[in-house]
């Protein structure tokens, strides 16, 4: 191991102190840091907007935004929470742990690393600006549908820009993820004893290589229907907004999987670490992930049952929806069947991934229902729906985002952070995300649409307890923020190199906080084969151990 | 970095951004698909084998003009009865109530869409832009040729026109 300072010719050098260091961060744990606290700072900005949509729907009747303003704050909250928190986190998190894990000194391409981060901060600004240009930001929902967003304001025009550069941002730093993880594991790591965060890393980068650029060009064809007379969407010329719909969930449904995948391969590495025991069924993890990598490009037309569609292509889009829950429900019985027998320990980390399991095993359910095309018929843009994915979102990524956090939070500040405030921040999110989302499938299955400002009387108490549910669970997220912050300086001590006792995979075998660089030289076939992930090693009929004493 | 890991690197790196540029030519080329797919599925678009003869439709005229654009626009005809094979006629008034002199164009919609293929435009002021001048009221028509052949289920079609601005 060589975990000596590289200077790099002395240009490095040079900027590692102050605003240089990060304007002009090439390492790529610098660049993780900044994408992980862009992607809290948005976190922060998107649920003050939750917030404020909640505010109002407190009770019926218009209290604080007019209609328009509401509708503001729902599709900015979707777009900031999709685009500006969830996804640059799950890359900040490969950012930081890829290299470590594989065993690279960094990323392939450090310096379109920097430019994938620093795209995003202006993307960022252009969509809060727009709510300061008449006409206000885009209020057609995340979904930007047609007429509506072909109508809108200029605000709309800033938000199409907008995630042109958080497209351009994701296919750089996916291309630098795949070449990563292809071409600079350490010597002796096959695709099949990669870790299983690397192999769902991998996989997401795939799906936004493919469908990132279809978003771009359906965006880039509704900016061309507003100022340049075409008409891909515009019935007064000939086109169908309906057309927008598909290109859109082509992208939007990968898009879910973008999500989701980078949890799943989160807590395959910290369920193993804390029940002790390898991941059961690896291999099979790995099938499942690239199976459900597929089919997600075949489901789109689900999200569109009630646009119009032919019932022979209702019934085909149903039941490869369904299909999906076969690689997914060989996950959850994985990680569940990993936990069986294993000497269980319920450290933070561990608390957040089986909150996650869980969750979202429940998120799943609602969404098995909804692929049902006669009920989605029914639930169509429903609160129903706004329960199903954030069970999904919410308890899925992020608490997957939370799980690692807490869990490679040793590894990246060198100090543990305070177990109990852990535990606390784990067990208040958990029941109040469950009083904010879980009242939200009873008031869809009376019949609230979604993106309303104001409602029924009859939905009253449940969206009373909802409101309260979500200033409780956002209140929460500060205390993440301190544990946080007081970890950085120190929490209740320093952390050794291994703070988990199961941790096996190669990120553990460099000292905490991990050196500036690490492996400038790749770590040598002992270190890979004691730091793999030992079911891939018993999945080939190898081991560690002299295979004499094995026949003893 | 070795020269070697350097070259396969950027290789792989200028075939994943080669997929990401076909990829957004794939989202174009939806465009032309889906008119394809619908056709092929019979939804959405006009199709001739659908037709019959003989019936009659009921043809709505209807106009939108735009806040803040100061042009009144009324369908003088605003319903008409068109028989297969038929010519229908249908007046327009436009008048610009500004004092300064404008260039408008009409753009035509039809619903449901494929009424489009039904109704075919023989002369339209839609096919040019129009010029008024100040306080000026002008008739523009647009004479339609109904198809041949109707389908049974197409009891009526609405033509609609929205004027935009001509800068």
């Known amino acids: ?552 | 970095m070795q020269l070697a890991l350097k070259h396969k690197n950027q290789t792989l790196a200028i075939k994943l951004a080669a997929i990401a540029l076909l990829m957004f030519g794939f989202g174009y080329a939806l465009a032309p698909f889906y008119g394809a797919f619908c056709q092929f599925l019979g939804i959405d678009r006009a199709e001739a084998s659908l037709t019959q003869a003989g019936a009659a439709l009921r043809i709505e005229f209807d106009v939108n003009v735009p806040e803040g654009l100061p042009v009144t626009m009324q369908a003088l005809d605003s319903v008409q009865t068109g028989k297969a094979g038929g010519v229908v006629k249908a007046r327009f008034m436009l008048r610009n109530d500004s004092d300064q002199a404008l260039t408008v164009r009409a753009v035509p919609s039809f619903a449901p869409v494929r009424a489009a293929g039904l109704l075919r435009k023989l002369e339209c002021f839609c096919f040019d832009a129009l010029t008024l001048a100040p306080k000026e009221s002008r008739e523009v028509t647009v004479v339609l040729l109904v198809a041949d052949q109707l389908p049974p289920e197409m009891g009526a079609a609405t033509l609609s026109y929205s004027l935009q601005k001509v800068m």
């Open chain 1, 1 to 552: 191991m060589h975990q000596a300072a590289h200077t790099h010719g002395g240009h490095e050098a040079a900027y590692e102190s102050g605003w240089a260091r990060w304007l002009y961060a090439t390492n790529h744990k610098d660049i993780g840091t900044l994408y992980l606290w862009f992607a809290f700072a948005m976190f922060l900005t998107g649920g003050v907007m939750a917030l404020c949509i909640r505010a109002e729907l407190f009770q019926p009747g218009l209290q604080f935004w007019q209609p328009e303003f509401f509708n503001q704050l729902t599709t900015l909250h979707g777009i900031i929470m999709v685009f500006g928190a969830i996804m640059p986190a799950f890359t900040g998190l490969a950012n930081w742990m890829l290299p470590l894990m594989l065993g690279a000194p960094d990323m392939a391409f450090a310096r379109m690393n920097n430019w994938s981060f620093w795209l995003l901060p202006p993307a960022a600004a252009l969509l809060l600006i727009s709510l300061f240009v008449p006409g206000g930001a885009p209020a057609g929902g995340w979904t930007l549908y047609p007429p509506l967003s072909a109508q809108a304001g200029m605000g709309m025009d800033l938000a199409i820009f907008s995630i042109h550069l958080l497209g351009l941002s994701s296919i750089m730093g996916s291309i630098n993820i795949i070449t990563t993880i292809l071409n600079m594991r350490a010597p002796g790591m096959t695709m099949l004893k990669m870790p299983l965060f690397a192999w769902t890393s991998l996989v997401t980068a795939y799906l936004l290589i493919a469908v990132a650029p279809v978003l771009a060009g359906a965006v880039t064809m509704l900016l061309t229907d507003r100022h340049f007379g075409t008409h891909f969407f515009s019935a007064a010329g000939g086109g169908d907004p309906v057309l927008f719909q598909h290109i859109f969930w082509f992208f939007g449904h990968p898009e879910v999987y973008i999500m989701a995948l980078p949890a799943f391969g989160i807590v395959s590495q910290i369920i193993p670490t804390f029940a002790r025991k390898p991941l059961f069924g690896y291999v099979s993890m790995v099938y499942a992930t690239c199976s459900i990598a597929i089919l997600s490009f075949m489901v789109w037309g689900h999200h569109m049952f009630a646009v119009g569609m032919p019932a022979t292509a209702q019934l085909f889009f149903m039941f490869l929806t369904m299909l999906i829950a076969v690689p997914t429900g060989v996950k959850v019985f994985n990680w569940i069947a990993t936990m069986w027998q294993g000497s269980m320990t319920f450290e933070t980390p561990m608390l957040f991934a089986i909150g996650f399991v869980c969750l979202f095993t429940v998120g799943g359910f609602s969404g098995l229902v909804l692929s049902i095309a006669p009920v989605d018929t029914q639930m169509q843009d429903t609160y129903y729906v706004v329960a199903h994915f954030h069970y999904v979102l919410v308890a899925g990524a992020l608490f997957s985002l939370f799980a690692a956090v807490y869990y490679w939070l040793p590894k990246w500040t060198g100090y543990m952070y305070h177990e109990g405030r852990g535990k606390f921040h784990f067990w208040w999110s958990m029941v109040w995300f469950n009083v904010t989302f879980f009242p939200m499938h009873f008031l869809g299955l009376a019949g609230m649409p979604r993106r309303i400002p104001d409602y029924a009387l009859q939905f009253t108490s449940f969206n009373s307890i909802a409101s309260v549910g979500a200033f409780c669970f956002g209140l929460g997220q500060l205390l993440f923020l301190y544990n946080v912050i007081h970890t950085i300086r120190g929490g209740v001590g320093p952390a050794p190199a291994r703070p988990w006792e199961g941790g096996n995979t190669l990120e553990w075998e460099v000292p905490s906080p991990a050196p500036h660089h690490t492996w400038e030289s790749p770590p040598d076939l002992t270190t890979v084969r004691r730091g793999l992930i030992a079911q891939a090693v018993e999945h080939e009929g190898e081991s560690d151990e002299p295979k004499s004493e094995n026949r003893a």
